[in-house]
């Protein structure tokens, strides 16, 4: 059966660039999830999503992120202004209902770099 | 707040020796806790979790993991080590938010023939 799928896979953007990492979530998954994985970290949570609605979005680094989910399907990472510090494995995720108990599937990630 | 302490950014075993992978964690609230596996160029695969109940869990690929209250701690082991076992592992906490996983900065585990 389908995973979640995330494109593109691989993304090189020049510094100030406007950048967009698409995550095609699990069919029937209420929730999902960003993460942010730095080389040699484990992930970081960004932001979360039921249904179409964000409820979390503290893990955002700045202004510059930007996440949706317009109709409880796929969703978009935006980021703006592209910095160096950017450059990470952007993980998504998504899972079968609301309950921290369910497990999170994760799709393989965008590997951005900003040069 | 929660937190994850992974000791040993890298750990090697010979193949069919004992794996045991330490995870300590902290946070305030009884927490959720999993183990996922990353192979090389994918995405993160759940081996176990704890939620609730029985301290001892068993995982696939032959992986378990004990939940050690006094302690803080959920390590992972495995009795005896298959090649396939290598790649990166990381130990997650839910410490109450029913949705948020504050993961290990991972354990790198390479088999040695």
């Known amino acids: 059966g389908a995973g979640v799928s995330q494109s593109p896979r691989y993304k090189v953007a020049k510094r100030g660039q406007d950048v967009a990492l698409r995550c095609d979530p699990i069919?029937?998954?209420?929730?999902l999830f960003w993460y942010q994985q730095a080389l040699g970290q484990g992930p970081e949570f960004l932001t979360y999503?039921?249904?179409?609605?964000?409820?979390?979005k503290s893990g955002l680094p700045s202004d510059r992120f930007f996440a949706e989910r317009p109709e409880g399907s796929v969703s978009t990472l935006k980021i703006q202004r592209t910095q160096q510090e950017d450059s990470a494995v952007y993980l998504c995720?998504?899972?079968?209902?609301?309950?921290?108990?369910?497990?999170?599937?994760f799709g393989p990630g965008t590997r951005l770099t900003v040069l | 707040a929660q937190s994850v302490t992974q000791l040993g950014s890298h750990v090697s075993v010979s193949e069919g020796a004992l794996v045991l992978l330490r995870c300590n964690y902290s946070?305030?609230?009884?927490?959720?806790l999993f183990w996922y596996v990353q192979y090389p160029n994918q995405g993160l695969q759940l081996l176990l979790k704890?939620?609730?109940?029985?301290?001892l869990v068993k995982g696939i690929n032959g992986f378990e993991a004990e939940f050690k209250k006094s302690e803080t701690s959920f390590h992972l082991t495995k009795p005896s080590a298959h090649m396939s076992d290598a790649a990166e592992y990381f130990c997650?906490?839910?410490?109450?938010?029913?949705?948020?996983?504050?993961f290990g900065k991972g354990t790198l585990l390479t088999v040695n023939p």
């Open positions: 999503f039921q249904n179409e609605a964000q409820l979390d």
């Open positions: 997650a906490v839910d410490g109450g938010s029913n949705y948020k996983l504050t």
């Open positions: 704890y939620t609730t109940g029985a301290t």
């Open positions: 995720a998504s899972s079968l209902g609301t309950s921290g108990t369910g497990e999170q599937f």
């Open positions: 946070s305030s609230v009884p927490p959720y």
């Open positions: 069919s029937g998954h209420v929730s």
